[in-house]
């Protein structure tokens, strides 16, 4: 019986080119933590001051609220209050005025221009996104085109005839000025718009088969889906007419609120101004703001711009 040899062939060398190329992807990866640690400690710092000086200003602000009267124009601009003066406050709270509208008046006028204007702003911009993003008309494009379009033309220019618009409305210097933040366009529009657009349509089938109606579908299948990125873009939305001064100051003269109410106070008492009520009225002015982002940071932060079942 013949016997028989077992032969183990070595196996084949690879190319000398795949080999290199190895070795050099194996260079790059052991690089590129170093290289990505000194980016992102770059980035670190220049965010770090940034942030500094923004936490400068309002710490700057804050201490000068507790400062007496005839301290802050005297040796002691920059340190801290000695001693503190709390009363600056319940001075700015009950005592501080403009166009014989007080803090609370102020405070009350805020909350109507800010919550209706961002809430008549978000609420027509859904409805007109869902519109033009889920519906086939004549003109569906041209309105988004045209959504576009608006968000590219400058507004200061456009003011003398704004004006003149809400004057022959009748609606200049009133609350009703509120129904102009009814657009329906703008950066709302575009958010939404891409929201709906992919949501699929057979959520809306499956509704219609069951006896909803358009508005129906709209109201109870598609705005539900679309509650966090409405939510986020309501508290943007709010939070920036909060901090609006010029609007109110063109157009709300007799309804001043906190941002244009304080702005206007400074520019009429620049000669007797009480610096540190005016920064201790400035300080309550963006108490409910911190307190609205610390409630719903994480809302403002992690908005889905994407929805629906998948699989």
Not at 165 to 188: C, D, M, S, W
Not at 221 to 244: E, H, R, S, Y
Not at 268 to 275: A, I, K, L
Request: without cysteine.
């Amino acid at each position: 019986m013949k016997a028989m040899q077992a032969t183990v062939s070595a196996p084949a060398a690879a190319p000398a080119g795949k080999t290199d190329k190895k070795r050099a992807s194996r260079r790059r990866k052991h690089r590129a933590p170093g290289a990505f640690f000194v980016i992102k400690t770059i980035m670190f710092i220049v965010f770090a001051l940034y942030a500094f000086t923004l936490l400068y200003a309002l710490v700057f602000a804050l201490s000068i609220s507790f400062k007496d009267q005839w301290m802050y124009p005297g040796a002691n601009q920059v340190g801290w209050p000695d001693p503190w003066v709390w009363t600056n406050y319940t001075e700015a709270w009950l005592n501080l005025e403009t166009a014989h509208t007080g803090m609370i008046g102020m405070f009350f006028n805020s909350l109507w221009y800010a919550g209706g204007g961002a809430f008549l702003g978000v609420a027509v911009s859904s409805m007109v996104a869902y519109v033009v993003a889920k519906y086939r008309f004549p003109g569906g494009k041209f309105l988004y085109g045209l959504a576009i379009f608006t968000m590219t033309l400058p507004i200061v220019g456009a003011f003398p005839s704004q004006y003149r618009v809400y004057e022959i409305l009748g609606i200049n210097n009133t609350p009703f000025l509120l129904l102009t933040k009814a657009g329906g366009f703008g950066f709302n529009f575009v958010v939404l718009y891409s929201f709906f657009k992919s949501l699929p349509w057979t959520y809306a089938e499956a509704a219609q088969i069951d006896g909803a109606g358009h508005f129906r579908t709209f109201l109870q299948v598609m705005m539900p889906q679309a509650t966090g990125v409405i939510m986020a873009l309501f508290l943007v939305a709010f939070i920036g007419q909060w901090n609006d001064y010029q609007f109110p100051i063109l157009f709300l003269k007799d309804y001043p609120t906190l941002s244009s109410g304080l702005y206007i106070y400074q520019i009429e008492q620049v000669r007797e101004t009480n610096y540190p009520v005016l920064f201790a009225g400035l300080i309550i002015s963006i108490i409910p703001v911190i307190i609205l982002y610390i409630a719903f940071q994480n809302t403002l932060m992690d908005m889905q711009l994407s929805g629906g079942l998948k699989g």
